[in-house]
């Protein structure tokens, strides 16, 4: 994609460069993609070989150029050399997007310490090692985007996601920890979170669970094309600290503003069949904390999980968003015309 600097995201010239972490499924895969579709250079960093190699294939068959970088996230020196790596094949990086994360699926008591401790790093500590990778070189060139994938849990937490809430929480302080300062040094450097729904992604697949029953995301569920437009949108217009994707999500942050004790209540009552399909766990399911979930078999999970029957393929509270300057204008232009319409009624009728 070629062009001259845009205001937004404060690209200069040539190609977009852009690094997706957690780019070999989910979000991350179907980011990646929608970057290629629009001609990036696209950095598709993820553990797994198998499946980013497919990834990295799907990119360029979207008409991008693709660089796949096996790298376990939360490792700072690993992340450091990937982003130096990248501007020395690809060039200066425009727009670094967090997606990576891993996560368990258990009530607090069950959580192991190793366990949460392995999550974090790679959930929390991989957002802030890929960061700072990007400040590192953004800052100096005082232009760059970097997006924080984000969700809804990151403002709102509910019960069996302790180690998933915990670290988008964390992420959340961080973020907003770091626009404060960018304002403060007057930066080019933007940097917003996108606070996501529940998605259709393949994590609910591969996830530590000990949970009785198959996870499933909590209702209603979009598809991960969803967030990938989201991430985009994001990118090219990074002066807004923070978008909401999906009318639940709204509804669940505008609540959490305003009945926080009623949302303890009710999702202490339906929190726990919400996220479990009626399913029991199979035993032989890969597990992806420790090593990615095609680590012992070739094996692609993709962009989407095992609730394409009931995902949503668009979201048009993102929609409204995203127009609401010109649908204000729209509906000022309609306003004043009604208002001529009336007024040159009263004069006739007059």
Known sequence: MSGARTPQNGRRHGTEVVVVTGASGGVGRATARAFGARGSAVALIARGEYALARAAEEVREAGGRALPLVVDVADPDAVEAAAARVEEELGPIDVWVNAAFSTVFAPVEEIRPEELRRATEVTYFGFVHGTQAALRRMTPR??????????????????????????????QGFTESL???????????????????????????????????HPRPVAPVYQPE???????????????????????????????MLFPGLLDRYLGRTGYDGQQTGRPVDASRPVNL??????????????????????????????????????????????????AVAGGLRRRCG
Request: aromatic share 6%; charged share 20%.
């Open 226 to 256: 969803v967030a990938a437009e989201a991430v985009l949108h994001a990118a090219d217009h990074p002066e807004r600290r923070e978008y909401w994707v999906g009318g639940s999500t709204v509804a669940t942050l505008l609540g959490q």
């Open 290 to 339: 420790y090593e990615p979930a095609d680590g012992s078999a070739p094996h692609d999970y993709g962009a989407h999980g095992v609730f394409d029957d009931e995902a949503h393929p668009r979201s048009a509270q993102f929609w409204l968003s995203r127009h609401r300057g010109r649908l204000a204008l729209a509906g000022a232009a309609a306003a004043a015309a009604g208002a």
């Open 179 to 213: 626009r404060c300062e960018l304002l403060h040094d007057r930066s080019g450097v933007r940097v917003t979170m996108v606070q996501m729904p529940g998605l259709n992604t393949p994590q609910f697949s591969w996830v530590l669970s000990r949970l009785p029953r």
């Open 142 to 171: 005082d232009r760059g985007a970097i997006v924080q994938v984000g969700s809804a849990l990151a403002r709102r937490s509910v019960p069996l996601q302790a180690v998933y809430c915990g670290a988008k929480h964390a992420i």
